[in-house]
């Protein structure tokens, strides 16, 4: 297993891209996952589509494992529509109650809707022949499943020999959509489940820091606050404090006082199934 220790560059990802994909790309940074201002550890995850997206092919099938039922449209499609993209919807049955209440951070003109297959099933029974994915990307996903084992057996199924598997995960995150949230794993025990899996893990890459994590604990906290005093406490943040923080993380990468430490908020696991 090799390691990255820093994230893809968005910028460099984002060079060459249309201008139809940048704008949707920008409405997800700015409206759905919000990275484009507080929480870029999500920049990780769409640079890392954008370079995976242009090594795939017109002949080539991409499955991506999400929670669609949130959006009521898949927000990575545009991805990799030089390709054949499936999307299963693996949201539980208990997310039927909470709705699509994300549907209007999608509700924008930039919101790229691109022809797929869509349809719904469980993660530990996925709707997909064997062998039948050249590309199987499974975006924010895992820590909302409970049958671990069954997906990821599942996930060796559908992918052909010599196929790739591309998985984005937090480390950093709130109890959310309870009480489907089951866990958070660090970089190397996911690569350790995908290697135990039958798969031959080749790049984990991770992004953010601690200076990231307070921000990012902070917004949370704010949600917390009687909405009275939200935007006070919000402004005084944003104006005195966040900007540094950013900066502290891209300054101070290193613990100076503990070896063998380090505090990603997020990181990925790119891995292949075996010829």
């Known amino acids: 297993m090799s390691a990255v220790d820093s994230a893809s560059d968005l910028g460099r990802a984002l060079d060459g891209t249309p201008a139809d994909l940048r704008a949707h790309v920008d409405l997800l940074r700015e409206r759905v996952f919000d990275s484009a201002r507080n929480l870029p550890q999500f920049d990780l995850l769409f640079a890392e589509l954008l370079e995976l997206a242009r090594s795939c092919g017109p002949s080539d099938t991409v499955v991506a494992l999400e929670r669609t039922l949130l959006y009521r449209r898949n927000p990575f499609a ?30 924008d003109e930039r919101f790229l809707d691109v022809p797929h297959e869509a349809r719904r099933c469980a993660p530990e029974r996925l709707d997909a022949r064997d062998a039948s994915a050249d590309v199987l ?26 196929g790739r598997v591309y998985v984005f995960e937090p480390l950093l995150r709130e109890l959310h959509q309870e009480p489907d949230d089951y866990l958070r794993y660090t970089p190397y025990g996911l690569a350790d489940v995908l290697e135990r899996a039958g798969f031959v893990v080749n790049r ?45 993380d891209d300054v101070h990468r290193t613990n100076r006082v503990r070896q063998w430490t380090s505090f990603p908020t997020a990181f990925s696991v790119t891995c292949t199934k075996p010829a």
């Open 78 to 107: 545009a991805f990799f529509r030089a390709s054949r993209f499936v999307s299963l919807d693996c949201s539980p049955r208990s997310a039927d109650e909470r709705g699509a209440y994300n549907a209007r951070l999608v509700a």
């Open 137 to 162: 990307v499974i975006p924010n996903l895992v820590h909302h499943v409970r049958e671990q084992r069954g997906m990821f057996a599942e996930a060796h199924r559908v992918v052909r020999p010599g």
């Open 204 to 248: 984990v890459s991770r992004t953010g820091g601690p200076f990231s994590a307070i921000v990012y604990c902070w917004l949370q906290a704010l949600q917390y606050v009687p909405e009275d005093q939200r935007e006070r406490l919000a402004r005084w943040f944003h104006d005195e404090h966040l900007p540094e923080l950013m900066r502290m």
